[in-house]
Nanobody
């Protein structure tokens, strides 16, 4: 059973930075496409970024493009999300997700495993 544990969330002022990490265990991390999603109170879970198994292909939502960067270290079984120039509207619970087969996806339903989430709060 694949387990995903997110860390690195917290409270930060607008314009600040955070780096989220997602540690994976119980599976072959290097074979999974991975994604970051977020969910604000009262809203649906939304796509943030995704990365292929090798790290050679990435995609980011328009709302975070140029500010957030997804990356992975397969030797450490860890996924990252570097978040810069944070805005109050980035406030949400951030989740990492693993997709067993195929290419990365922006769709919540395409992912097989999810972490428990980490809270990111950006104050104005």
């Amino acid at each position: 059973q694949v387990q995903l544990v997110e860390t690195g969330g917290g409270l930060v002022q607008a314009g600040g930075s955070l780096r989220l990490s997602c540690a994976a265990s119980g599976g072959i991390f290097s074979s999974f496409a991975m994604g970051w999603f977020r969910q604000a109170p009262g809203k649906d879970r939304e796509f943030v970024a995704a990365i292929s198994w090798s790290g050679g292909s990435t995609s980011h939502a328009d709302s975070v493009k140029g500010r957030f960067t997804i990356s992975r270290d397969n030797a450490k079984n860890t996924l990252y999300l570097q978040m810069n120039s944070l805005k109050p509207e980035d406030t949400a619970v951030y989740y990492c997700a693993a997709k067993s087969f195929g290419s990365p996806s922006w769709s919540v339903g395409a992912y097989d495993y999810w972490g428990q989430g980490t809270q990111v709060t950006v104050s104005s």
